[in-house]
T-cell receptor, first 114, second 110 residues
């Protein structure tokens, strides 16, 4: 399985500010996925980050709020823009094993917005 | 109806008990199924994939019932360390994206 590193692991932010989360993978992957897990909830896919093209967003998520970069095959960033307390969540980066379909996650970035 | 549904629990069981969770999915064309384990304040980790013929890994057995569109996870001889949230995940249809159930919380007590 891939080794996925995220940072920051946690942060406390003020309302109205933005935070960029970084995700580094130890191998080249075509797609990287960004999930959100709100307190007490399951995981919701925000978007798929594709290298060389714009990210594909799921229903309810828009690029202005969650801009994503994918400069190469091992790295991606997710920005949470103009944060509000409702954005307090764990944000998880993940990659998929192409052969088995299994999804592997980074350690997550726990965001608290005051 | 949600694409993937689980009983949220919690399931409170004594050590040594056998416990089973089910997870239903709505898309009959779903091809890939997984169980993940998530400890408190940690990321989900793959527990096991679920194959058509069923599969077993030690105390854990996963099964797929295509006719009724559910997958199951059986844990035998529960340990305190099994306490966690168990998430089922499905790739619906031919897509790439994994859809997760809401998770089932298990608490194993002495």
């Amino acid at each position: 399985s891939a080794v996925i590193s995220q940072k920051p692991s946690r942060d406390i932010c003020q309302r109205g500010t933005s935070l960029t989360i970084q995700c580094q993978v130890d191998s080249q992957v075509t797609m990287m996925f960004w999930y959100r897990q709100q307190p007490g909830q399951s995981l919701t896919l925000i978007a798929t980050a594709n290298q060389g093209s714009e990210a594909t967003y799921e229903s309810g998520f828009v690029i202005d709020k969650f801009p994503i970069s994918r400069p190469n095959l091992t790295f991606s960033t997710l920005t949470v823009s103009n944060m509000s307390p409702e954005d307090s969540s764990i944000y998880l980066c993940s990659v998929r094993d192409r052969r088995t379909g299994e999804l592997f996650f980074g350690e997550g970035s726990r965001l608290t917005v005051l | 109806r949600k694409e993937v549904e689980q009983d949220p629990g919690p399931f409170n069981v004594p050590e040594g008990a056998t416990v089973a969770f089910n997870c239903t999915y709505s898309n009959s064309a779903s091809q890939s199924f997984f169980w993940y384990r998530q400890d408190c304040r940690k990321e989900p980790k793959l527990l096991m994939s679920v194959y058509s013929s069923g599969n077993e890994d030690g105390r854990f057995t996963a099964q797929l019932n295509r006719a009724s569109q559910y997958i199951s996870l059986l844990i035998r001889d529960s340990k305190l360390s099994d306490s966690a949230t168990y998430l089922c995940a499905v790739i619906p249809g031919a897509g790439n994206m994994l859809t997760f159930g809401g998770g089932t919380r298990l608490m194993v007590k002495p």
